[in-house]
């Protein structure tokens, strides 16, 4: 695919990256000649200097015969503009990177103004967070099927109860309707059967409805959703993380040491407490009642900060504690350390363009609704729409002849999740939830081994 990225900041340099090992022709703009020449040498693309809002730049990178325009720079209006002239010089879609929230609101149909897709970094990982602390165990939370379908991540500590079940006797053990559909052990991506036995360290990933998660994790003897958490730094993520807080009815507190930032919080919000004063002054955290809070969120500006205030968290028992970091370096340090849950605006970004990417260089794109990648990029979760085209309608999954090292992992039908045994079947109009290991599926029909 013919793809021009403009704005070589770390998520433009990270997109790039991915897009560029997929194979794809890059063109990359930016007016920064040392960024551009820097990109050029490093990987196999192409580039411009100048501004991507200019038409004779972008026709310079080819753009009237481009299938997608990411505008990234670090400036919202900039990637606006630059995609409504894209889209004039004949681009066929256009991505832009925008933050702000009147522009999230003003842009959020589908071809507004030519655009196709606009990502908010800020607001992703806000969302993502507070899945995290829905289910405070859980390492990472996505959701499929408009939130009808959870996919979490844990850990199994040692003293677990789950240590020595096997998957084919948990739901008998636990009373909740959850599928294990991936495991890490080692190291390594598992896709595992009715005989796989859980061990300690075990990382799982089970898809199944909202309540029946809390169901499993309570039997569990686990925490129920945070119901107070401490959020440090005023960041754009941190305000639109307690606008979902607020929404959702748990009590926040947000230490910021920049009055006038303290001065718009307070006024933007009714039930937010807002502290004004340094986040990574312990001595403030403990007055401030880090003990007794149910998470700690760090979002400054600096992983080091962030990685810190943090640890002194995590040594004070704070049962969930998250780390916004952007070098994802520092993440074995964080496990190191015993804190597992990690957000990073860039990554996010980067996933979510990367997975829009994806989904629109596969022939049958309308069939791919969602795609997710686990255990350090080996194992693709995808959600399909199970279209005509689909070969083996009504026969029971055991019947199917599947793909090795591949799961179906969840069916949803008319709303409801269908947690598959080997009798379920996949009709027209079901979405349908599929986990593979080291296998690129571009259709329902590829998980079919004929």
């Known amino acids: 695919m013919d793809i021009i990225i403009s704005g070589l900041g770390s998520v433009g340099t990270t997109i790039m990256q991915e897009l560029a090992k997929e194979g794809h022709n890059i063109v990359v703009i930016d007016s920064n000649s040392a960024k551009v020449e820097d990109a050029i040498n490093a990987y196999d693309v192409k580039g411009v200097i100048g501004n991507c809002a200019s038409s004779e730049v972008l026709e310079e990178a080819n753009v009237s015969s481009a299938e997608l325009l990411i505008a990234c720079t670090s400036h919202d209006e900039l990637n606006i503009l630059c995609c409504i002239i894209a889209n004039k010089l004949g681009v066929k879609k256009t991505i832009a990177r925008a933050s702000k929230p009147e522009y999230l609101e003003l842009f959020k149909n589908e071809g507004d103004l030519g655009l196709s897709l606009m990502v908010n970094p800020q607001y992703e990982s806000a969302m993502e967070i507070s899945r995290m602390l829905r289910f405070p165990s859980a390492i990472k939370v996505n959701h499929f099927s408009g939130g009808k379908v959870e996919l979490v991540e844990f850990r199994v500590t040692q003293g677990s109860t789950l240590i020595g079940t096997s998957l084919k006797t948990l739901n008998k053990n636990f009373k909740a309707k959850v599928l ?3 495991a890490q052990r080692d190291g390594k991506a598992i896709i595992p059967t009715g005989d796989f036995t859980i061990q300690a360290e075990d990382r799982l990933f089970l898809t199944a409805t909202t309540k029946n998660i809390s169901l499993f994790f309570k039997q569990l003897g686990w925490n129920k959703q945070a119901k107070n958490v401490i959020i440090v730094g005023g960041s754009r993520t941190a305000f639109y993380l307690c606008e979902e807080l607020e929404r959702v009815g748990i009590r926040a507190k947000i230490i910021e040491k920049n009055k006038k930032k303290c001065t718009m919080l307070s006024d933007t919000f009714s039930k937010t407490e807002v502290v004004c004063g340094d986040g990574t002054d312990q001595e403030l955290l403990l007055e401030e009642g ?19 205030m943090s640890m002194f968290a995590s040594s004070r028992d704070v049962p969930k504690v998250i780390t916004k970091i952007d070098q994802l370096s520092y993440y074995d340090m964080l496990q190191k350390s015993g804190i597992y849950s990690a957000v990073s605006t860039k990554n996010s970004t980067a996933d979510q363009i990367v997975r829009f990417v994806r989904i629109l260089g596969n022939k049958d794109s309308a069939d791919v609704q969602r795609i997710f990648h686990i255990i350090d990029n080996t194992t693709e979760v995808l959600e399909f729409r199970a279209a005509d085209n689909f070969k083996k309608f009504s026969v029971p999954i055991q019947n199917l002849n599947l793909r090795r090292h591949l799961l179906v992992a969840g069916i949803i039908r008319s709303g409801i999740l269908i947690t598959p045994s080997g009798q379920d079947t996949i009709e027209k109009g079901d979405s349908v939830i599929i986990v593979a290991k080291d296998a690129t599926l571009s259709s329902l029909n590829d998980i079919l081994d004929f």
């Open 180 to 182: 294990i559909c991936a």
């Open 290 to 308: 880090l003990e007794y809070t149910d998470a700690f969120v760090a979002l400054g500006n600096q992983d080091e900060q962030n990685i810190i």
